[in-house]
């Protein structure tokens, strides 16, 4: 079993803020970013003191500069803030301590078995038992024993992964808690819950998206025998956070967009439609370098409006399944 360290080896829970760790030349600051930086550091205040009122005041300004990019060295204060997580934290202390030291988990054995598997080329994670790996088990040991209706499910680790490169054990642990229970956005535990519910949801509201946004391509989709399980279902299990480079996924984190899935096959339609199945199904799993781009593909998201069909979605959803809950009580 592997034990429950921290970061400095204590073995004891910390909210020390950890330094992010990126790939070679990522995270480089130019004067540019310095005067962005300044101008998000004035908007959320010391630790995030102004960011709700600064929010209510003037929420077009927020979204306008988180879809520019939130600066990396506040990136992990600013997903804290937008997801609710700090709130959870400062409510609960000394809860995720207990739950690393105190608790134990029927998760553990699973846990250490894809720890190795969650970024393996990155370099926090590479180490054997080391820091990075140390971390991880930490905070997904602790979910799993929070949360014994979710547990644990290969594909959390991504999340946890990534989170850990910007914010420590502690936060990382609260963060995963906001996304997946829903302290401000609509719960996500569904991404993990038996037969992943929320999965199935979205992949079928995604299959209708493709064929009313891109027609031809929806039409090629089903004549080839392509849905969406077949290579999006690891886009919403990861959110994102395994399938992209990480400059991408993480301004995908930074505007949580579910518009970026058809973004990306918006952008490479003309080339996707011309391909018979035996080569649509590597395509839809390895875009070109170019569709990687954030700069380029998250411009193209934005473009695409979808917000008020994935509400007449649900609404139908519920229609549906309400018909269905009546047609089944009068057959009995």
Request: with cysteine; hydrophobic share 40%.
């Amino acid at each position: 079993m592997m034990p429950a360290l921290f970061p400095d080896g204590s073995g004891a829970a910390t909210s020390r803020m950890m330094p992010a760790i990126f790939p070679d030349g990522f995270g480089d600051v130019t004067s540019s970013e310095e005067r962005r930086t300044r101008k998000w550091r004035k908007m959320i205040g010391a630790g995030g003191s102004d960011w709700k009122r600064y929010v209510r005041r003037r929420p077009h300004v927020v979204k306008r500069r988180i879809r520019k990019g939130i600066p990396d060295c506040l990136r992990g204060l600013v997903w804290q803030l937008i997801s609710g997580s700090r709130d959870l934290l400062l409510m609960n202390p000394g809860v995720y301590e207990q739950l690393v030291i105190y608790e134990t988990s029927a998760s553990e054995l699973d846990i250490i078995r894809d720890i190795s598997r969650t970024f393996p080329t990155h370099v926090f994670f590479q180490q054997r038992h080391g820091p990075g790996q140390r971390s991880l088990y930490n905070v997904l040991k602790a979910y799993s024993v929070y949360d014994k209706d979710v547990g644990y499910v290969q594909g959390m680790g991504f999340l946890a992964g990534l989170l850990l490169l910007y914010m420590s054990e502690e936060d990382a642990f609260w963060l995963l808690v906001a996304l997946l229970k829903g302290a401000v956005h609509a719960p996500m535990e569904g991404l993990y819950q038996v037969g992943l519910p929320l999965v199935q949801k979205y992949l079928s509201q995604f299959e209708r998206l493709v064929k009313e946004k891109f027609p031809k391509l929806g039409e090629h989709f089903s004549k080839e025998m392509i849905n969406p399980s077949m290579y999006a279902s690891q886009w919403f299990i990861t959110v994102f956070s395994y399938s992209f480079p990480f400059p991408l996924a993480l301004r995908i984190w930074d505007v949580f967009l579910f518009e970026v899935g058809l973004a990306l096959l918006g952008y490479c339609h003309d080339d996707l439609i011309k391909l018979p199945f035996e080569k649509l199904l590597p395509a839809l799993k390895n875009f070109p370098e170019d569709a990687m781009n954030p700069d380029v593909l998250l411009p193209v998201a934005f473009s695409i409006k979808v917000s008020r069909r994935l509400m007449e979605f649900e609404s139908e959803e519920k229609k549906e399944a309400c018909a269905s809950q009546q047609s089944t009580s009068g057959t009995k």
